[in-house]
Every structure is written in C-alpha cells, then in structure tokens.
C-alpha cells in the first residue's frame, strides 16, 4: 500500500524532479513479473528495477524489522494511505524492508537519501524536490 502511495507522490512530480535535471527510478524487492506489474498499474512513465536480493537496500541503509511495518507508530501512515485511497494488496518482495528515496550522481554516488524509520513514511515532495533542486 505505500508503495504505491509513494509512486502516485513521485509521479506527481516527476516532471519538475525532470525540469531539475533529474530522472526518477523505483527499485523494488519482488521478482521481474511484479516490476512489470507496478509500472504497469502505478509508475507507467517511470524507470522500474528489482533487486530480489536486497542488495541495493542494504547498501541505501534501509532498514529490516518487523515492528517499523506493523507497529502502533505507523497506524496513522495507514489511515493516510486508506483515506486516499491505497490498499494493501499481497506483497511482493521483503514484506519487512522498509523504502527509502535516493538521489544519486550520473557516477552513482549517493548525494542524498531518505530512509524510512516506519512503514509509510516517506519524504515530502517538497523537500525532496529540494533536495534534487539543491544538488543541481
């Protein structure tokens, strides 16, 4: 569910993430069908990757816990989510590695990341178009 709620955020903006000198890719966890599947239905402009192994997330410094999906601090994220309209759907990919939003340089330098403390908690769009403007 926030996934997708992250993708409809980004998708937003991908134009100005665009106008910024930017380019805006997903990375997720599940296998090379399910990729396919989320550009189709969420990201369809969009760079969609996967990385089975979590290779990639390791290396962002994202977390793995049971308690940042489910726990009492990410209830209001879920409420957030229902109210616009997201809903959980079966999971596909490490149901408990927690996303994270990264800008990396034409070298693949990490310039800047986000990392989710829980689930749903993702940066603004604001502050992440910001974030790109300012390494422009």
């Excluded at 399910?34 to 290779?55: I, Q, S």
């Amino acid at each position: 569910m926030f996934c997708k709620e992250q993708a409809a955020q980004l998708c937003g903006i991908k134009q100005d993430i665009e106008v910024a000198g930017a380019n805006l890719a997903f990375i997720g966890s599940g296998e090379a069908v399910y990729a396919r599947e989320f550009k189709t239905e969420f990201a369809p402009d969009c760079t969609v990757l996967t990385d089975p192994t979590t290779a990639t997330y390791v290396l962002l410094g994202t977390r793995r816990t049971i308690w940042g999906s489910w726990s009492l601090q990410s209830l209001p994220a879920n409420l957030r989510a229902i109210r616009r309209g997201f809903r959980m759907s079966r999971t596909r990919g490490d149901a408990r590695r927690l996303g994270g939003v990264a800008i990396l340089d034409s070298r693949g330098a990490i310039k800047w990341k986000y990392l989710s403390r829980i689930a749903g908690d993702h940066p603004t769009p604001a502050n992440l178009l910001a974030a790109v403007r300012a390494l422009k």
